[in-house]
């Protein structure tokens, strides 16, 4: 067990899905897979954790109000953007304006 190896997310979810269903105890998959005890808590509290989550965060009407207010603000800092570009081309093309005569 004292290596490092990398395990992708389909075979850490695989992992804890067959320690949440009670298809393998902890120390079971511990000692199959290899993996130390600590491993696999950590793996099943973050995949809880992140199905918490999606529950808290993955209503669709949320979803798209943020989406729509994303795509809002990047308009709007493009409309800025291209307002600030304007007013600098203005600024350059005043200063190179000869003074004018007192008359």
Do not use: C
């Not at 067990?1 to 079971?28: F, W, Y």
């Not at 918490?52 to 493009?78: M, N």
């Amino acid at each position: 067990m004292g290596k490092n190896r990398k395990h992708s997310p389909e075979a850490k979810v695989r992992i804890v899905l067959e320690i949440l269903r009670g298809e393998k105890s902890v120390a079971q998959a511990s000692r199959e897979y290899r993996i130390k005890d600590s491993l696999l808590y950590r793996w099943r509290e973050q995949f809880l954790e992140g199905g918490r989550q999606a529950f808290a965060y993955g209503q669709p009407a949320e979803l798209k109000r943020r989406a729509d207010k994303v795509a809002e603000l990047e308009r709007l800092v493009g409309k800025l953007t291209m307002h600030l570009e304007i007013a600098k081309k203005a600024s350059h093309y005043v200063r190179s304006l000869p003074p004018e005569s007192e008359s």
